[in-house]
């Protein structure tokens, strides 16, 4: 098959055609012919609110965190489960990664609202509309009760990989959280230009 | 507070401002001001690819979806957790929550994946793309033997004294196109004159 014909046709593809074919060409890990179909995509121009980029950058920063997590919550509740069913030093041992997995929830979930503090964003406001949003609130409360504070954290890190010291400091923080928060968003926001 | 002598600098504000402003009007159900913040924007032109708005909706589509995948799954766990707490006085009841939640998972799935077919897009490499964890497929292939069939989650149903009935996969497949439609209605033709 020619592929250097089709392509001088690519031009021609209507968005909902071009499309499906960027996505199934970075499926099947070809991103020349991705690459090839996106620049050859028509040009539109766009008359817009100023602040489109940076409303539609953190809707997307607010639902990517917000799936992690969820993400996390049913990783904890299905450790716990787990922890029930094991016995001895298993069960010990899985209950102490349901613990591990609510520390992590916790510190993004606080790395969160500091981020949203900066930007001065209710930090639950789109969260509010969301599936999962309930599950998220009760996860909350459970990771009251069900995970490491830092320390604790620390130590159980520290009984696989080493020193507790440096495993303390290798830990997740909230302020690093929003730290990785503040680039991703701003890498988006400049994207958008 | 003068609101009339703010809302004459509305159109100095700077873009994240004008952001955190709407979603505080937002949040406080202010529709008036949301609307007099979203009128005073300054209006600035970009050029992009004709596909970027059809590829923002779906997108989103994927995102809404793998959220309530995600749901359905912490659900899942908690109510099987919750069953192993001999000091429950009703355990039936998370039984029936647990069966709820694996049947909505894997309907869901197959709504969405006759719904990105339909699309001509590839609902898994969707999912995978917008998501960065792996439990989902993890789950994605084990789910379907945990599951009840609709007929065994209705007869649960009756047994437990509950009216109503399961969604079937055809009605979550009606409810993701009913969401596309919303979102690509006045103005996304697929043929390259799409608007924001």
Same mark, same amino acid.
């Given at each position: *098959?020619?592929?250097?014909?089709? !392509? ?13 074919? $960027? ?17 050859? !995509?028509? #040009?539109?121009?766009? #008359? ?18 917000? *799936? ?24 010990? #041992?899985?209950?102490? $990664?349901?613990? *591990? ?16 503090? +900066?930007?001065? $964003? ?55 959280? !929003?730290?990785?928060? #503040? ?6 926001? +400049?994207?958008?230009? | ?5 703010? =809302? ?11 952001? =955190? ?26 050029? &992009? ?49 647990? %069966?709820?939640?694996?049947?909505? &998972?894997?309907?869901?799935?197959? =709504? /969405?994946?006759? &719904? ?17 964890? /792996? ?40 409810? /993701? ?10 103005? %996304? ?8």
């Amino acid at each position: *098959m020619n592929t250097n014909g089709l !392509a001088k046709q690519y031009d021609k593809l209507t968005p909902r055609e071009r499309l499906p074919l $960027i996505l199934a060409a970075s499926a099947r890990g070809d991103e020349q012919e991705a690459d090839r179909l996106a620049n050859a !995509a028509p #040009r539109v121009c766009w #008359r817009v609110v100023d602040y489109l980029g940076r409303g539609l950058s953190h809707l997307e920063i607010n639902h990517l965190h917000f *799936m992690e997590l969820l993400d996390l919550a049913a990783w904890h509740l299905q450790m716990l489960l787990a922890s029930d069913a094991a016995e001895d030093k298993c069960g010990e #041992r899985l209950l102490g $990664i349901a613990k *591990m997995y609510g520390f992590v929830f916790k510190v993004k979930l606080a790395g969160w609202r500091l981020f949203c503090r +900066e930007q001065r $964003i209710d930090p639950e406001l789109f969260w509010s509309f969301l599936p999962g949003f309930t599950t998220l609130k009760r996860a909350e409360e459970l990771m009251e009760c069900a995970a490491f504070d830092r320390e604790a954290a620390a130590a159980f890190l520290a009984d696989t990989k080493g020193e507790i010291g440096e495993v303390a400091d290798e830990l997740l923080t909230p302020e690093s959280v !929003a730290e990785e928060l #503040r680039q991703v968003f701003e890498a988006r926001v +400049e994207w958008w230009g | 507070m003068n609101t009339n002598s703010l =809302a004459r600098m509305y159109d100095r504000l700077a873009p994240m401002e004008r952001v =955190a402003l709407i979603a505080a009007a937002d949040a406080r159900g202010d529709e008036v001001e949301q609307r007099r913040l979203d009128a005073t924007a300054p209006v600035i032109h970009l050029r &992009f690819a004709d596909y970027l708005w059809p590829s923002i909706k779906i997108n989103t589509l994927a995102l809404i979806y793998l959220t309530e995948q995600l749901d359905a799954l912490a659900n899942y766990w908690h109510a099987l957790w919750r069953l192993d707490d001999p000091t429950d006085a009703e355990p039936e009841d998370w039984l029936l929550m647990a %069966d709820m939640s694996a049947y909505y &998972f894997v309907c869901n799935a197959d =709504a /969405w994946r006759r &719904f990105g077919s339909e699309l001509n897009l590839d609902p898994d490499y969707l999912a995978i793309s917008n998501y960065r964890g /792996w439990l989902l497929q993890f789950c994605a292939q084990r789910m379907p033997k945990n599951a009840p069939t609709r007929e065994a989650l209705i007869a649960r149903y009756r047994e437990q004294g509950r009216a109503g009935e399961p969604l079937t996969a055809d009605a979550m497949l009606q409810g /993701w196109r009913h969401i596309y439609r919303l979102m690509t209605e006045g103005g %996304d033709s697929g043929d390259g004159g799409q608007k924001p």
